[in-house]
């Protein structure tokens, strides 16, 4: 009997524990997060285009005939639903940049079937869990639901057609974490940063894993010359 009692009171303690740690930590994360919202599925600038999953945003490059998608969003069904009704076919996308492998910007890949899908090397080192993820005071390793995939080094440029993908580092959020330059002109930053009272700001911790970091990330993006737009997932577009 006096077992069965520590035993209660320990569960009790857990129990405590972890909802004292959610209250500290989640629930704020989690009031912040409903504040945000999302780029709007439609046109944003010439040939780019967002598509809309609830709280998160990818972006769609056209390029001729061709398709980049920047992140692949969190539910397939959301993202193949807003990718048609721009009048695209999942199918012929050719190339997902990711700009890091939390859930929330993997989970879609599966529907891009003849993409080619690209990450930074570092970012690769989270998923091999060779530096792996952390949050919440544990570490994790994300799982990408493709098996294939390309690692790019920090500042390479590929073409597609007439326009220009260019990888830059910004690290904070995860150790890999990566944005891309489209045609010198639209960054799009994943989950660097917010927009907070009009200003572009580090995206908080948790989930963000590494502020000072990510902060610093932030001003060399904000240091960056002829920047049109920086695109956010979750917060929309700012307008430097
Ligand atoms: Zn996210």
Redesign the pocket.
Known sequence: MRLIKRLLLALAVVVLAFVVYAAIQIVPMMVKFSKLSACETGLVAPDLYAVRDGH?AIFVLKSGEDLIAFDAGNAPTNIEAGVRALGFDPLKFKAVFLT?T?P??TKGLPLFKNAAVYLSEREGKVISGEVGRRMFGMRMTPKLPVAKRTLLADGMKMDFGEHSVVSVPTPGHTYGSTSYLIDGKYLVV??LAIIEKGSLVAMPSP?TEDLALDRASVEKVMGMKGIAMILT??AGIYRP
């Open positions: 998160v890091h939390d929330d910007h994943g989950d989930p997932a979750h």
